[in-house]
């Protein structure tokens, strides 16, 4: 049996992500997923190249690359194609994540542009708005057409994987699928733990430290049927790997450039 990795919320840390899949699987016979919010970083993110790399990763590795949509992708699609709005809360792109998708020129020439047309700061958003997902669809179309049709959760014999959670109802387990909505599997918050649903839900979107209400903690964090990947690299500067291996779930690491292999403990048997 093969090793299943699993990753959360990049954040447009491209570099943090390549150096995983370089350094610690085999993607013709490892199976990678990816639990969503790959945009939307700091200084260091880079967000159209880390959606191409996936994208591309996707191409490459078809049958052993499977992508799942967060809440940010949800918004920029949401911004890109003006659609109705499915998530409870909306959120604008951030500006330096439309900014990645373009050159310096091509940017400055927009604002430049927006300027002379607008007679308000209002009108300015409006048509800089508009001039952005026209340049989006002009230059990006198959990309943002593909970020949109992503799924929202990934089903196995023993797991389940989506960005943020699921709904649940005792005694219709079945059902969950259809119980649950996009606001469920993106925006689940606080992180809602169904002790009763007979799979393991590995999610992201939530920072590990809340879940533990330990700030210093940034480690994957495991709760009964719940494994949390973290999702904070913009504040712990890491991303966190989970591999799955015979059924068992490990934390991958990297200790003084070495990478370290790691049980992930169930912290409610842990802590008793």
């Not at 990645?100 to 604002?111: A, V």
């Not at 430049?112 to 009108?123: L, T």
């Not at 409006?126 to 198959?142: P, S």
Request: glycine share 2%; with cysteine; aromatic share 14%.
């Amino acid at each position: 049996m093969e090793n299943t990795y699993v990753i959360s919320d990049v954040h447009g840390r491209y570099d943090l992500l390549k150096e995983m899949v370089d350094e610690c699987m085999n993607l013709n016979k490892d199976t990678l997923i990816l639990l969503g919010d790959y945009i939307d970083g700091d200084a260091k993110s880079n967000s159209y190249l880390t959606l191409q790399y996936i994208y591309q990763l996707t191409k490459k590795y078809k049958d052993h690359v499977i992508v799942l949509k967060g809440n940010h992708e949800e918004w920029f699609c949401h911004f890109v194609l003006q659609y109705s709005r499915v998530l409870k809360t909306y959120v604008t792109p951030e500006p330096s994540t439309i900014q990645d998708f373009m050159t310096p020129y091509d940017y400055n020439e927009l604002i430049h542009s927006a300027k002379r047309k607008s007679k308000n700061y209002a009108e300015f958003v409006d048509y800089i708005n508009e001039m952005k997902r026209y340049y989006l669809l002009e230059h990006h179309k198959e990309l943002i057409e593909w970020l949109n049709k992503l799924p929202l959760y990934y089903e196995t014999n023993d797991e389940v994987f989506v960005h943020a959670g699921i709904n649940f109802v005792l005694e219709y387990e079945d059902l969950w699928k259809e119980i649950s909505d996009e606001n469920d599997f993106l925006m689940d918050f606080p992180a809602t733990i169904h002790e009763q649903f007979p799979k393991m839900v590995i999610s992201g979107h939530i920072g590990t430290s809340q879940v533990k209400q330990d700030a210093a903690f940034h480690d994957i964090y495991r709760y009964k049927n719940r494994i949390f990947i973290d999702s904070t690299v913009i504040e712990s500067k890491r991303l966190n790997l989970l591999k799955i291996k015979n059924h068992q779930y490990y934390q991958i690491k990297k200790n003084n450039n070495e990478w370290e292999t790691l049980p992930v403990l169930d912290y409610f048997k842990y802590e008793e």
